[in-house]
C-alpha cells in the first residue's frame, strides 16, 4: 500500500478554555416538549418524597434505638453516620423504584428522530490498549456502517500511547485497516506527541484540529462497541433535538469470562436497566456523561467543554482526572441539554476482569471524583448536575461513612462491656451508660436490607414477567439461581471494596497522584502469590474484627460476620474472581447467564469473528530492530509522525538531541536500542530525520 499521511484535511474549530465560576445560560427553548418536562418535574418530586420519607423513618426508628437510657457521645456520632448512610441507601432505593414501576409500563412515546443532515466522527481514544482487539471492533463495526449508512461516518484512532513498543505495535496492526480502507466509512489514526490532559486532552486535540469538519462526534473507549443501527438512532436523535449536546446511551456488557466480569455483567444486564431508567427519568435534560458511547454535537462541545486547570498540585488540582461529569455539567450550564437515552439497544462495552482490577481501577476513578469536590459548588450548575458531582463522590466516601459507622458501633459494644460508669460524675440519679432497644433494632436492621436488597428484587421480578428475557437468562430457574448467587457474591465481595476503598480514600487525602494506567484487558487471573500480597491487610482485618466482636459477645461476632466474612476470605475470594478456567463450572452450570451470551447480537457474533479470525501479535520488544525488519511499517511510521504538535526544528529538545548523539557513537542497532532511555527512543521515533540517522550511520538497512 502506499505509505501516505492517513488522516485528513485539517478542519479546526476553536476551544477556548473555561473557569470554574462562569455565568450559566438557561436551557435553549427547542431543547424538551411540554409532555417531557412534566415527566421529569413529577419523577424528581417521587424521588424526593421517597428518599425524605425512608431517611426521616430511619432516623427516627435509630434513634429510638439508642434513646432507650440516655444518649452517650459515641452514640450521637453513630446516629449521624447512620443518618448519612441511610440517606444515601434511601436515595438510591427510591431511583431504582422509580425505574421499576416506568420498566413495568409500555413504552408508549417515541423519542423524536430525522434523519440527519451531517456526517459523524467515531472516535476511538486509545492509550497503549491491545491493538488487536480495537481492530476487531473497528472491522465489525465498519462492516455495519457500510451496509446501513454508508457516507454517514468516519472512524478516527486517537493513540495517546507514550511507549514506544506499544506505539510500533498500535501501527504494525492498524496498517491492516488501511489497506482495505473505504472511503465510505474511512479510517484515520493520529497519535498525539503531547498526551496533556489524558483522555480529554485527547478528545480535545481532535476537536481543535478536525472537529469542524463533523457536527456530531460519537465517543467511544478501547473496549466499545456498537451496532450502526444505534449510531444512527444516536445521530437522528441528535438531528431531531437541535438544543441537546449530548445524548448518552446505557452501555450493557459483554464477553466476561472471569467470575468477577459474569457477575458483573448478570447485574448489568439484570438489575442496570431498573437503575438507568429511574435515573433517566429524574435527570431529565440535566443528565450526566460516562466518558464513552454516547453522541455529542460537536460545536457545543467545543463552545462549552475545554475544561478548566485546577489551583494546586495533584491530587486534587492541576488538570481534571475524571473529565466526563465536567464536561456534562458544563454543557448544560451553557444551556445545553444533557441526555440519557436507556432505550438504544447494541450499545456495550467490557467490565475488569477481576476484583484486584476494579480496586486498582478504583483508584484512578476515586482521585477523580473527590476533585471534583473543588466544581461542586460553581457558579450557576444545574441542581442535577451538583447531584451527579456529589454522587460520584459519594460512590468512594460511603466506604469511608460505612467503615466509620461500623467502628464507631464496635467501639460502642467495648465501651458497654468493658467501661465502668461513673454514677457520681454528673449531677443525675442515673448513669450515662449506653443502652439500645434490641428488638426495634433488628426491625430496622431487617428493613434496611430489604432498601439494599430491594433493587435487585425488582430486577429480578422485571426479567422473570418479561419471558422473552426470561429465557435470555436461561429461564425462571437458572434466573433466579444467578440472582441469589450474585447477591451472596456481592456481599462477600462488598466489605473487601469497603475496606480497599477507605485506603484508598486515605491515601489521595494524604495528597498522593494516582498517575494514569491503562485498564487490564485480559481474564484477570492472577498467582496466589499475587493475591496474597493484595489482600493479606484485608485477610488481617478481618480476624481482627471478629477476634474483637467474639471477644465482646457471640451475638456481636454474628452481628459481624457478613463483613469479617468477606475480608477473612479475601485472598481465595480474589484468586476465585480472575481467570476464565475458574469461572468455567459456573459457564457450565448455566449460572450468571447474561442474554449475549447464547445468541449474541450481530455485531457481538461480528466482533468475536474478527477477534478469532485476527491473529495475535507477538509484543515488539525491539521497536528499532522491529522497523528494520519491516519496510513496510518503517515507511508507514515516516508517513504517520506528527505534523502539529512535533518540537520545531529550531526548538531545542533535550531526549532528541541526546538520542542524536547515541545514534552517531552506537556500534549497532541492538547496542543503541540498550542505551536509548524510554524518552529518547520516542523522541528518536517521533523525528524524521532522527529516524533517517539511523541509515545515514549504517544501522538500519532502509528507511524509505
Known sequence: MKAHKVLPE??????????????GQALRQNSVSFFYSLSTVFSRLFI???TVGLSSYGIIEMHGVLSTNSITSLQWVFLFLFSLNFIWISFAFSQALLGFLINLKPRLIKKPETEPAFKTAILFPVYKEEPGRIVAAIKAMREDLLKQAPGKYAFFILSDTNQANAWLAEEKAFIELFETQDENCPVYYRRRANNQERKAGNIAHWVTNWGGAYEAMIVLDADSLMSAQSMLTLSRRLAAAPGVGLIQTLPTLISASSLYGKLQQFANHCFGPIYAEGLAAWHGLSSNFWGHNAIIRTQAFAESCSL????GKAPFGGHILSHDFIEAALLRRAGWGVRFDTDIQHSYEEAPPSLTDVIVRDRRWCQGNLQHGRILLAHDLAFPTRLHIFSGMMS????????SLIMVGLAIAVQAQLVRPEYFANPSLFPIWPVFDAERALELFIVSMAIVLAPKLFGWFAALVNWRRCRQFG???????????ETLMSALYAPILMVAQFG????????????????????????????TRAHRGHTLFGFILAGISYGLSIEMFYWLLPISGGLMLSIPLSWLSGGAKRARPFTIFGFLRAPEEKRPSAIVKSLLEQINNTPKQEPIDTPLICLDQHAGLCKWHLAQLPLIDAPKPDEFHAPTVTAEWKIRHASSLQQLEKTLEPVELIALLSQESAVKQLKTHGLVKHHD
Not at 396 to 403: E, G, K, P
Open 308 to 311: 478548566p486547570i485546577l489551583p
Open 48 to 50: 424526593l418524597l421517597v
Open 504 to 531: 484508598v480514600v486515605c491515601h489521595i487525602l494524604m495528597g498522593k497522584d494516582s498517575g494514569w494506567n491503562p485498564q487490564s484487558r485480559d481474564d484477570g487471573a492472577l498467582s496466589l502469590g499475587q493475591v
Open 396 to 403: 468512594y466516601l460511603s466506604a469511608v461513612l460505612w467503615l
Open 475 to 485: 429461564g425462571p430457574l437458572l434466573l433466579t439461581m444467578s440472582t441469589l448467587f
Open 10 to 23: 485539517r478542519a479546526p474549530l476553536d476551544m477556548p478554555r473555561h473557569r470554574v465560576n462562569e455565568r
